[in-house]
């Protein structure tokens, strides 16, 4: 975590972390598009951190198999803190009995909804804050890192990808309006949107292969209308998620 200049707090994710470079464009290309479908993702800047901050800071290293790798200088990937440490706490696990004090559980839909269409590879991760003295938690959603299929810039669908751990956070999906107003919102938005998005990763993210980037927006484009089609694989798979689903 560090404090950037603007004065907020920000989660940063380094060029040479050890998952892979792409990462961080993943990371940056999947919350915008989260963001202008209006889920609850945390603000998301290129943070530009240089030589004299990492060689005079000891904690900006990696550890790996043993060795302690320097974090690389340069823009990096800069994740707001879902609610300052001087303002309120954050919670990456509610209890069951404490979902019911979640203020927009609704939107773990629409969030499935953006992790089919980027084909997550990974978990469903959120986390959960309050500022201090509120008793409610508000739900955001962080680590876009593994969409597009991490590193691969693929789409290996499986009905079990990209889904939150428990299946209480879908109490509330009764059907397709469920998914609304955010999943009509992925299916109409604009081209333009997600090439807007996709221009403002640096290059230096994805090895300067615009090809590639071009490549993975048109898929991403044309994946579209498969949404619905990849829900409907998870809510018939025997974790059965939807328990009130209500066919119409």
Same mark, same amino acid.
């Given at each position: ?31 915008? !598009?989260?963001?202008?479908? @209006? ?25 790996? /198999? ?41 939107? $773990? ?29 508000? /739900?955001? $959603?962080? @680590? ?12 290996? @669908? ?38 807007? /998005? ?31 089609? !990849?829900?409907?694989? $998870? ?11 209500? @066919?119409?």
């Amino acid at each position: 975590m560090m404090r950037c200049s603007d004065g907020n707090f920000y989660v940063v994710k380094f060029r040479n972390n050890p998952q892979h470079e792409r990462v961080l464009a993943n990371e940056l290309l999947a919350t915008r !598009l989260a963001e202008a479908v @209006d889920l609850p993702v945390p603000p998301t800047e290129v943070v530009e951190v240089s030589d004299w901050m990492i060689g005079h800071t000891s904690e900006l290293n990696i550890q790996l /198999a043993g060795s302690s790798i320097p974090c690389q200088a340069g823009l990096q990937f800069g994740s707001r803190y879902v609610v300052s440490p001087l303002e309120g706490q954050v919670f990456d696990y509610l209890p069951m009995e404490s979902l019911e004090r979640v203020r927009n559980l609704e939107t $773990f839909a629409g969030m499935l909804a953006i992790d089919k269409w980027t084909g997550n590879a990974n978990g469903r991760q959120a986390t959960f804050w309050r500022k201090m003295r509120e008793r409610k938690y508000t /739900a955001a $959603f962080i @680590d876009q890192g593994y969409c597009f299929n991490a590193g691969e810039w693929t789409f290996p @669908d499986s009905p079990l990808r990209g889904v939150y751990a428990r299946n209480e956070v879908y109490a509330g999906v009764r059907g397709w309006e469920s998914f609304e107003p955010w999943l009509s919102r992925i299916e109409g938005m604009e081209e333009e949107v997600v090439w807007k /998005a996709a221009n403002s990763i640096p290059p230096e993210w994805y090895g300067s292969e615009w090809a590639a980037l071009e490549g993975l927006v048109k898929l991403l484009l044309g994946r579209r209308a498969l949404i619905r089609e !990849l829900i409907t694989a $998870f809510r018939v798979s025997t974790r059965n998620p939807f328990a009130n689903w209500r @066919d119409n």
